[in-house]
């Protein structure tokens, strides 16, 4: 019996949201891979100590909200860094008391040679684009992430 030969497919180009996913991952796999070339850390790890270096004793909860990861996925990351000394957690938390966590002189100089690929990926993002397009494109993405919040709520609320 003869096989049917599988057509191509492919995506058509005025699907938005696939083209905001498509980019999304690959603004994030580009990122990381700078981060790595330029301090040995992925690109959430270096977000992980800019949040902290920012607001200083946090929770792993807040880390988890900001990153936009789920509470597992931050406690490996926490441990990872932890481990590597560029965090510290509270040394004098209480039974059943929240953990809180600062970054250390470690992972401050780690975070400095961080900073210029933080500037370059920032730039990266905006070359493709006029100054023009790049405020039109912003207020459109932040009007369409606006809607989902607000149809995100809407369902929640039944």
């Not at 959430?44 to 949040?51: A, I, P, V, Y």
């Not at 880390?63 to 789920?70: E, V, Y």
């Not at 780690?110 to 933080?118: R, S």
Request: with cysteine.
């Amino acid at each position: 019996m003869a096989k049917k030969k599988a057509k191509a497919f492919s995506m058509p180009k005025d699907l938005i949201g696939f083209q905001i996913i498509r980019l999304a991952h690959l603004k994030k796999a580009r990122d990381d891979m700078l981060f790595r070339k330029a301090t040995g850390l992925g690109l959430t790890h270096c977000r992980l100590l800019k949040f902290l270096c920012v607001n200083p004793n946090s929770g792993a909860g807040q880390i988890a909200r900001f990153l936009l990861i789920a509470p597992q996925s931050t406690a490996a990351l926490i441990g990872e860094l932890w481990a590597m000394g560029l965090i510290e957690k509270d040394a004098e938390r209480r039974r059943g008391a929240r953990v809180t966590l600062r970054i250390t002189d470690k992972g401050l100089d780690l975070l400095t040679k961080a900073e210029t690929v933080f500037v370059r990926a920032h730039k990266e993002v905006r070359m493709s684009l006029s100054p023009a397009e790049v405020v039109q494109f912003n207020r459109l993405l932040i009007r369409v992430a606006e809607c989902y919040i607000r149809l995100m709520r809407e369902d929640e609320q039944g």
